[in-house]
């Protein structure tokens, strides 16, 4: 499912990353371009992105589809319901600067 979100600008797999704060709850969840996060000048111009963002952008091009309304209480990638629904509807998840493209599945 994490193959599904591609950095547009150099075609490598995002990564997610788990920001805490200091009593150790999360402070947010972020995407970033796998190949930045190796090497910052690998790809410079990538930027990361929260990962609410990308649900939120999926669930409204499913909405556009199919006409499909999807209640999600836990808006996190790994809840199992947000999976599903990557899963089974988006091909894949492209992202470049703020865009975030989301290529359904046929
Ligand atoms: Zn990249």
Redesign the pocket.
């Known amino acids: 499912m994490a193959r599904k979100i591609i950095?547009?600008?150099?075609?490598?797999c995002?990564r997610r990353k788990i920001y805490y704060n200091r009593d150790k709850t999360i402070r947010s969840i972020e995407w970033k371009?796998?190949?930045?996060a190796v090497n910052k000048k690998?790809?410079p111009?990538?930027i990361a992105i929260k990962e609410s963002v990308i649900i939120d952008k999926a669930i409204d091009e499913i909405y556009r589809r199919y006409g499909l309304t999807i209640e999600i209480d836990n808006k996190n990638i790994k809840d199992l319901e947000v999976k599903d629904m990557i899963d089974r509807y988006v091909d894949r998840i492209e992202i470049i600067n703020e865009t975030v493209i989301v290529l359904l599945l046929d």
Do not use: L, P, R
Not at 7 to 12: A, M
């Open positions: 950095c547009g600008k150099c075609g490598n995002y371009c796998s190949t930045s690998g790809c111009d990538s």
